[in-house]
């Protein structure tokens, strides 16, 4: 059965590996929002709509989609050193664009948050994080998923991070330190992240679910083994 999933967030370091990946899940048809035309991976098979996010809550509802995903994100540093401006991206919009879809009927909502995030840290991006997945959590979806990467490795577009490239060079070593209960900090490709979220999509379970490291890292095999079930005789109505 495929899903129609709508993406917010693609241009992104996870929104355009979600793109990439897209075409190894054909039970989804994908449409991407974005504010900015973007060169696509090659073989890319979806659709973008170049929007003003403004816009963006309108025009999910239009769509009515099964699913709507959030990679949408942004950095203190990118809003200017603005606490306000941060937090109207990373709560404001993608609430808004969640709201109108639960609105319009979506049964499911995944988004990405991050490792360590907690509505009662210290830290304002981590508590940001951890707001706006509470809040995530109590509309009215069916089924909410939130996965929380860690170190993400990839091909970022825009401004370079140098502390951020530091830390994927060194990523190979660190994360040979990090077990037990602190595999959950392990750096991940941002194909992982985004080949976790179209397995997700459309998963029949309800609840409110949050998936670690291993947990995404798992749960494209997991996906395909559950939708090549084959039913054992005599399991299937007459």
């Given at each position: ?10 241009t992104g370091m996870v929104g355009m590996a979600l793109i990439g990946e897209a075409r ?188 670690e490291h291993d947990a995404i890292r798992r749960a494209p095999a997991l996906s395909r083994a559950r939708r090549h079930v084959v039913p054992a005789a005599g399991s299937m109505?007459?």
């Amino acid at each position: 059965m495929s899903s129609r999933m709508v993406l917010i967030g693609a241009t992104g370091m996870v929104g355009m590996a979600l793109i990439g990946e897209a075409r190894h899940f054909p039970h989804v048809r994908l449409t991407a929002l974005a504010r900015r035309e973007v060169p696509l991976p090659d073989g890319a098979r979806m659709e973008m709509i170049i929007a003003d996010p403004a816009n963006w809550p309108g025009a999910i509802a239009d769509m009515k989609p099964d699913v709507l995903v959030s990679a949408l994100g942004t950095t203190i540093r990118q809003a200017g050193g603005d606490q306000q401006a941060f937090r109207d991206v990373d709560y404001g919009l993608v609430l808004q664009c969640a709201k109108a879809a639960a609105h319009a009927g979506t049964r499911q909502m995944i988004a990405v948050s991050s490792v360590g995030a907690d509505a009662n840290a210290k830290n304002f991006y981590l508590r940001t994080k951890g707001e706006v997945e509470n809040a995530l959590k109590k509309l009215d979806f069916a089924r909410v998923d939130i996965l929380r990467p860690g170190l993400l490795r990839g091909v970022r577009t825009g401004e370079p991070r140098k502390a951020e490239r530091i830390a994927m060079i060194a990523s190979p070593v660190t994360d040979l330190l990090l077990n037990g209960k602190y595999r959950r900090y392990r750096s991940i490709r941002a194909s992982e992240v985004a080949a976790g979220m179209l397995a997700l999509a459309g998963e029949k379970a309800e609840g409110r679910f949050v998936h670690e490291h291993d947990a995404i890292r798992r749960a494209p095999a997991l996906s395909r083994a559950r939708r090549h079930v084959v039913p054992a005789a005599g399991s299937m109505a007459d």
